[in-house]
């Protein structure tokens, strides 16, 4: 699995959008990037995944960029409740998170405040 | 809609004391995983299980144990409770059928060694 850059920390002003970059320039033809991200002391939450074209659902959007080096996860109207660390994961798509891959899946993301 | 359940959420421990966490799925996944999560880190995997009955080593698995009796229940055994294994464990689960392997995880057990 590919390896992922991004920013520790960002901050965004409610209602406003929250735009969280991801790098990961060495993303394979068959590898997804998917979006967690974890609220304070809970367990990490499912946000999207796409392949290569861009994505859409009730929390957010996905923006992948034509070459898949990078993406960009939106939040169109970022609310105090979407401060969080959120973190990107590029995979093959599929159940099977263990072996030596494991280890590679949860970085240290990146730290969102949304701020009144 | 339980999704992932982990008991207890909290527990403090002597070292040296064992104890075992619980992760419950009503979801009929196949796979299921523990995390641990430390300050300012990420998760690691701890041990995973690929259907009921197997098991195998994730990234830091020394010092715990497991077992997938039941396709909907997944142990995480400590057997002699040591302070570095203070952290906030996390479960998760996903199944084979559809979907693309997206993660469902419990809220929490944050175990405290002394």
């Known amino acids: 699995d590919a390896k992922t850059t991004q920013p520790p920390s960002m901050d965004c002003a409610e209602g406003r959008a929250a735009n969280l970059p991801c790098n990961h320039s060495?993303?394979?033809?068959?590898?997804?990037v998917y979006w967690y991200r974890q609220i304070h002391s809970q367990g990490p939450q499912y946000i999207i995944h796409g392949l290569k074209n861009n994505e859409t659902n009730e929390m957010a959007s996905l923006i992948i960029t034509e070459d898949r080096k990078s993406s960009t996860l939106i939040l169109p109207h970022a609310t105090l409740r979407d401060t969080a660390v959120y973190y990107c994961?590029?995979?093959?798509?599929?159940?099977?998170?263990?072996?030596?891959?494991?280890?590679?899946?949860f970085g240290k993301g990146t730290k969102l405040s949304v701020k009144p | 809609n339980a999704g992932v359940t982990q008991t207890p959420k909290f527990r403090v421990l002597k070292t040296g004391q064992s104890m075992t966490l619980l992760c419950a799925q009503d979801m009929n996944h196949e796979y299921m995983y523990w995390y641990r999560q430390d300050p300012g880190m990420g998760l690691r995997l701890i041990h995973y299980?690929?259907?009921?009955?197997?098991?195998a080593k994730g990234e830091v698995p020394d010092g715990y144990n497991v077992s997938r009796l039941k396709k909907q229940n997944f142990l995480l055994g400590l057997e002699s409770a040591a302070p570095s294994q203070t952290s906030v464990y996390f479960c998760?689960?996903?199944?084979?059928?559809?979907?693309?392997?997206?993660?469902?995880f419990g809220e929490g057990s944050r175990l405290t060694v002394l």
């Open positions: 060495t993303i394979s033809g068959n590898e997804y």
């Open positions: 299980s690929v259907g009921e009955g197997t098991t």
């Open positions: 998760a689960s996903t199944g084979l059928a559809g979907g693309y392997g997206e993660l469902f």
């Open positions: 994961i590029v995979r093959v798509p599929g159940p099977n998170y263990g072996g030596s891959q494991g280890n590679l899946i």
